[in-house]
């Protein structure tokens, strides 16, 4: 008879520990959820860059439009070289609407993201403004200063993918 209580008591020690455990680890799972939801995003990438948090689909965007910059400065770049004027013109000019900033990466981009860009679309605008005038050299010179927006983008941030 005693050690059947004594059986009874364990098993039911067992039980209420079991129950206490689960318990335990659920709430643990909820908080570090909540954490992870509430707590604010590192300002840098891990090498260093400071980091631009985007969706897949801002990514995208941001890749389809950065590819038509690679087009469009060697474009640029190769027609300069042919005293093609015109070519410089139109294609100029349809760099300087883009910025590689859809109104969701405008919203989400920190000042510093937007201003380069803002100065990328100056410098595409003065070229189709000074494409069928100036020199050719000083054309060269303002792709070649255009270009540094470039360089001080992609140095300074890189794109992080979140889910949301
Ligand atoms: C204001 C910031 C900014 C400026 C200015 C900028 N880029 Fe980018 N670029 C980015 C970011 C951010 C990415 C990374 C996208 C990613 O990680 O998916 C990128 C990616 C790229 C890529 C890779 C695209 C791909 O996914 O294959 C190319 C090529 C590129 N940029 C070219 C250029 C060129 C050329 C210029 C200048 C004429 C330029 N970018 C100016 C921010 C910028």
Redesign the pocket.
Known sequence: MKSILSAFGLILFGLLMGVGVMRYASTEQALRRQVSETAPRPERATDGRLA?Y?TADE??H??AE??Q??Q??QTISAAVSDEDRETIQATADN?RRG???GMGVQMK?PDG??Q??Q??RQEFGSIADMSLTSDMTDIQQSLSD??T??V???GT???V?VSD
């Open positions: 631009l985007l990514r995208a941001v890749s950065m590819l910059f690679l469009g400065v760099l910025n590689g900033q981009a993201f937007r380069i860009g100065s990328l255009a270009m927006n470039c001080a983008c992609h941030y890189t794109v993918e």
